[in-house]
C-alpha cells in the first residue's frame, strides 16, 4: 500500500502525502504502479472534459482537459519532455547531453518540442466526445504502463546522488509486472474499440526506438526521459487511433 500511495505522491500534485507518511524506500517501488496512476489523471481529464462540452464546444473543452492534467501532475511529464528535446536535440556526447537536461532553463529545443507535441495533441479536438474520452483515459493507462517498462530496460545514466528525486527506481519483480501489465490493458480491453486495437501497438514501437535513442546516447534513462517516454507513447497512441478512425471513415 505505501508503495501505490508513493506513485500517487510522487506523480500528482493531489495532497495524497496528507493520508499518512510514506517510508522513502517506497518510492523506489513506484514505477508498476504507474498505470494506476493514469487511472486518476486520465480519469480527471475525461470528467473534464465530459462536464465542460455540456456547455461549450468541443475544442474549449479538450483545451480545458489538457490543462486539468497538467495542474493535476504539475506539469511533471511535460517538464521532462522538454529537458529531452533540449538534451537530445543540443547534446554531442553523453556526459554534454546529460549537463544540459539537468539544467533548469529550457533551450530553444525544448520550446520547439513543447509546441509541435501540443500542436499534435491539439487535433484530438476533431473526434467526436465519446470516442475522445475512450482514447484519453485508453491513452494515459497504457501508455504509462509502456512508459515504465524502461526501468526494466535500461539502467540508471546517473549516479543515485544526481537524481533530481534522490531516487533510483527498481526493476519490477514477475508479480509487479503482471499488476503493471494488467492494470494498463484492462481499459483498452473494456473500453476500447476493435478497429482501433491495433494503435495499442503504436506505443511500443515508439518505447522501442525511444529505448534504443536512450541506450545509444546515455546508456541509460533518467527521470526526464520517463516523462517524454510516456507523453511521446502517449501520443504516438492518439495518432495511430486517429489514423485508425479516418482509414475506417475512408473505407466506409
Not at 517506497?26 to 514505477?31: A, E, Q, R, T, Y
Not at 497538467?70 to 529537458?83: N, T
Not at 519483480?173 to 501497438?201: D, S
Not at 529505448?211 to 495511430?240: H, N, V
Request: net charge positive.
Amino acid at each position: 500500500m505505501n508503495n501505490i500511495l508513493a506513485a500517487f505522491i510522487l506523480l500528482t500534485r493531489l495532497p495524497f502525502w496528507r493520508i499518512k507518511e510514506v517510508p522513502t524506500d517506497s518510492f523506489k517501488h513506484i514505477v508498476p504502479y504507474w498505470p494506476l496512476v493514469g487511472w486518476l489523471t486520465g480519469g480527471i481529464m475525461v470528467t473534464t472534459l465530459w462536464l465542460t462540452a455540456q456547455v461549450l464546444p468541443l475544442p474549449t473543452a479538450w483545451g480545458i482537459a489538457i490543462v486539468s492534467r497538467l495542474l493535476v501532475s504539475g506539469c511533471l511529464h511535460e517538464d521532462g519532455l522538454a529537458d529531452f528535446f533540449d538534451g537530445f536535440g543540443g547534446g554531442k556526447t553523453r556526459e554534454h547531453t546529460l549537463s544540459i537536461m539537468k539544467d533548469s532553463h529550457i533551450g530553444s529545443y525544448g520550446v520547439i518540442g513543447l509546441i509541435c507535441y501540443f500542436l499534435l495533441l491539439w487535433q484530438l479536438h476533431h473526434l467526436p466526445l465519446h470516442s475522445l474520452c475512450i482514447l484519453v483515459f485508453c491513452g494515459d493507462c497504457w501508455s504509462k504502463c509502456c512508459a515504465s517498462q524502461i526501468v526494466n530496460f535500461l539502467p540508471y545514466a546517473r549516479k543515485e546522488g544526481e537524481s533530481k528525486t534522490g531516487v533510483l527506481y527498481n526493476r519490477m519483480t514477475i508479480g509487479e509486472l503482471f499488476v503493471c501489465l494488467i492494470v494498463g490493458l484492462l481499459p483498452l480491453a473494456v473500453l476500447l474499440p476493435a478497429k482501433i486495437w491495433v494503435a495499442a501497438f503504436f506505443p511500443i514501437f515508439t518505447f522501442a526506438l525511444l529505448c534504443l535513442l536512450m541506450k545509444r546516447r546515455l546508456q541509460g534513462y533518467t527521470g526526464d526521459c520517463c516523462g517524454a517516454t510516456f507523453l511521446l507513447c502517449e501520443l504516438s497512441f492518439y495518432i495511430g487511433s486517429l489514423i485508425l478512425i479516418n482509414l475506417t471513415y475512408i473505407n466506409g
